[in-house]
């Protein structure tokens, strides 16, 4: 009898302590129990987090999580949301380490920038380019002033001139696929030059073949980037949560990036680029990064990067460079996207711009002579309506409205009014949520560029500051995107070039409405405009 006791006493004590364990700790005792939890099964199972990421509904849920509970929520039993500018300083300026999230931006095996987990190694790889992405860089590039005359001058206009002189313009043509191309050519040639860059605006079917691959793929990142550990145990066992096309289109993207890469190398080490006379030529990113690589083999063993980036260089370059590639042509994108569906809506505020526009010395109005004009990032910067469109845009529009998951520190530290939480927590924020606090951003949900005209809004100085710190489309601190500057440059001069020639009509905008995740664009991923070439000199 005693013998027949023992098992169900062993049986009773595991069954005590699974239920302390995984219940009644995480909800009564844990630090975290404090915490206002997003959904009532919180604190005890990540089943509600995983299924609303799965679905595609984190971003809208955990706003809503926000609004009912405040600025600090719980997600899951080791995981936590923040929502006000305190977090965000502590977070993402408090020295909060990335963790595996991140690791399926790693690319040929080895890790980019963006996918480092440390700190240090994160910021190794940062000093190699942090300089070639700095504003008064792209102010001054020559290298990315020629590459923009022809970008926009030889490609760009001429295309959307032929469209508007022909039946398309009724038709109306998918700007999507268009601002995605010319953002990819300006990231591309940025990085390896104008000769060995993409030139997807004047080859449509290889773009829409390689956009094809890029966008099939994004959709099967769940189980790899939430469950990674299931995933590879099932593996073992043939089993693919992940279809295995996916690896496929993968392995023909990183293959078109790679020969992009040696094309350059070949490019700088020949000499050719010695004796290129055309400055557009100038491989940026990709010399910036040899230079750096040179500096960090000198520090041999000593270095960080002396297992990853110094073993395996080619690789690391190539990782480097596809990262920026994938996310330089696609948030830019998604944002001329957004701000041309909103401009096409209000033709009287297309008047207002064109007219802001012209008053540009020398402008980008096209005309009978071969002049090409590229405005400094200086002047562009010092025109309000542009740069306000823009902001507004990425404000309720913003490319990367997803979390942005960082690791507490150990052993422990404070989240607001919330005390001893320890080290290994998942904690992030999501600019869905940043950009749509009312009391910053009154009527959140409208798109209203007065916001940032400061010379016509009547906002206080604490106002424009509020509005300024909540600002998040390219996230904060020492690992926020580094090529926000890049980026803005980039935009302004599209919109500059297109809106100082063009009127755009909306002709089809199903799905335009903007998918819940990590990275979103339009449900439909195509909006479809027209184009009317405009005459009159405003």
């Known amino acids: 009898?005693?013998?027949?006791?023992?098992?169900?006493?062993?049986?009773?004590?595991?069954?005590?302590?699974?239920i302390y364990k995984f219940i009644i700790y995480p909800t009564f005792i844990s630090p975290l129990s404090k915490i206002p939890n997003a959904h009532w099964s919180s604190s005890i199972s990540p089943f509600w987090i995983l299924w609303s990421r799965y679905n595609c509904q984190e971003n809208r849920r955990v706003h809503a999580a926000h609004l009912k509970h405040g600025s600090v929520v719980r997600l899951a039993p080791n995981e936590l949301s923040v929502n006000d500018v305190g977090g965000l300083r502590t977070v993402y300026a408090?020295?909060?380490?990335?963790?595996?999230?991140?690791?399926?931006?790693?690319?040929?095996?080895?890790?980019?920038?963006?996918?480092?987990?440390?700190?240090?190694?994160?910021?190794?790889?940062?000093?190699?380019?942090?300089?070639?992405?700095?504003?008064?860089?792209?102010?001054?590039?020559?290298?990315?002033?020629?590459?923009?005359?022809?970008?926009?001058?030889?490609?760009?206009?001429?295309?959307?001139?032929?469209?508007?002189?022909?039946?398309?313009?009724?038709?109306?043509?998918?700007?999507?696929?268009?601002?995605?191309?010319?953002?990819?050519?300006?990231?591309?040639?940025y990085q390896f030059g104008l000769k060995n860059g993409s030139n997807f605006l004047n080859n449509e079917p290889y773009r829409r073949h390689w956009f094809g691959l890029y966008h099939s793929r994004k959709t099967y990142t769940f189980f790899s980037q939430e469950l990674p550990r299931l995933s590879r145990f099932l593996k073992h066992f043939y089993i693919n949560l992940t279809p295995t096309w996916v690896d496929d289109a993968n392995r023909e993207l990183e293959a078109w990036t790679k020969d992009r890469c040696d094309a350059t190398s070949v490019y700088v080490n020949d000499g050719a680029a010695a004796k290129d006379s055309?400055?557009?030529?100038?491989?940026?990113?990709?010399?910036?990064?040899?230079?750096?690589?040179?500096?960090?083999?000198?520090?041999?063993?000593?270095?960080?990067?002396?297992?990853?980036?110094?073993?395996?260089?080619?690789?690391?370059?190539?990782?480097?460079?596809?990262?920026?590639l994938a996310?330089?042509?696609?948030?830019?994108?998604?944002?001329?996207?957004?701000?041309?569906?909103?401009?096409?809506?209000?033709?009287t505020l297309q008047d207002t711009l064109r007219k802001e526009l012209l008053t540009l010395s020398p402008n980008m109005l096209l005309s009978s002579s071969s002049e090409k004009n590229i405005p400094s990032s200086k002047d562009l910067d010092a025109l309000p309506v542009l740069h306000?469109?823009?902001?507004?845009?990425?404000?309720?529009?913003?490319?990367?409205?997803?979390?942005?998951?960082?690791?507490?520190?150990?052993?422990?530290?404070?989240?607001?009014?919330?005390?001893?939480?320890?080290?290994?927590?998942?904690?992030?924020?999501?600019?869905?949520?940043?950009?749509?606090?009312?009391?910053?951003?009154?009527?959140?949900?409208?798109?209203?560029?007065?916001r940032w005209m400061d010379a016509e809004n009547g906002y206080s100085e604490e106002q424009r500051r509020e509005r300024d710190?909540?600002?998040?489309?390219?996230?904060?601190?020492?690992?926020?995107?580094?090529?926000?500057?890049?980026?803005?440059f980039e935009l302004k001069l599209i919109v500059a070039a297109v809106y100082s020639n063009f009127r755009t009509y909306i002709v089809d905008d199903e799905?335009?409405?903007?998918?819940d995740g990590y990275t979103c664009g339009p449900a439909s991923n195509k909006l479809f405009l027209s184009f009317e070439r405009v005459v009159e000199q405003l």
């Not at 006493?9 to 595991?14: D, K």
């Not at 002033?145 to 760009?156: F, G, M, N, P, S």
């Not at 710190?469 to 803005?488: E, L, Q």
């Not at 799905?511 to 998918?515: A, K, L, S, V």
Request: with cysteine; charged share 20%.
């Open 1 to 18: 009898m005693l013998l027949l006791s023992i098992p169900i006493l062993v049986s009773i004590a595991i069954s005590i302590a699974a």
């Open 94 to 189: 408090g020295g909060f380490e990335k963790g595996q999230w991140y690791s399926i931006f790693d690319n040929y095996g080895v890790p980019c920038m963006f996918s480092s987990w440390h700190s240090r190694t994160h910021s190794a790889r940062k000093r190699m380019i942090s300089n070639i992405y700095s504003k008064s860089n792209i102010h001054s590039s020559t290298a990315l002033a020629e590459q923009a005359k022809v970008i926009l001058y030889d490609r760009l206009l001429p295309v959307i001139t032929s469209i508007s002189d022909s039946v398309r313009s009724t038709d109306g043509v998918d700007v999507h696929d268009l601002w995605n191309a010319t953002t990819m050519d300006f990231i591309t040639a």
């Open 278 to 324: 055309d400055p557009a030529n100038e491989p940026v990113v990709f010399g910036s990064l040899l230079s750096g690589i040179e500096k960090e083999e000198k520090k041999g063993s000593e270095s960080v990067l002396s297992d990853t980036t110094l073993r395996y260089p080619e690789a690391s370059i190539a990782s480097e460079m596809i990262d920026h």
């Open 327 to 347: 996310a330089g042509h696609e948030t830019s994108g998604i944002t001329m996207t957004y701000l041309s569906w909103h401009l096409s809506q209000d033709l």
């Open 388 to 450: 306000a469109v823009l902001m507004e845009t990425l404000r309720l529009r913003a490319a990367i409205p997803g979390g942005q998951p960082r690791m507490t520190p150990y052993p422990s530290c404070s989240l607001g009014p919330f005390t001893d939480i320890p080290g290994g927590v998942r904690v992030g924020a999501q600019a869905h949520s940043v950009h749509r606090n009312a009391e910053v951003y009154p009527e959140p949900e409208k798109w209203d560029y007065m």
């Open 469 to 488: 710190r909540h600002f998040w489309a390219f996230s904060s601190g020492g690992r926020m995107c580094v090529g926000s500057n890049f980026a803005m």
């Open 511 to 515: 799905g335009i409405e903007q998918t």
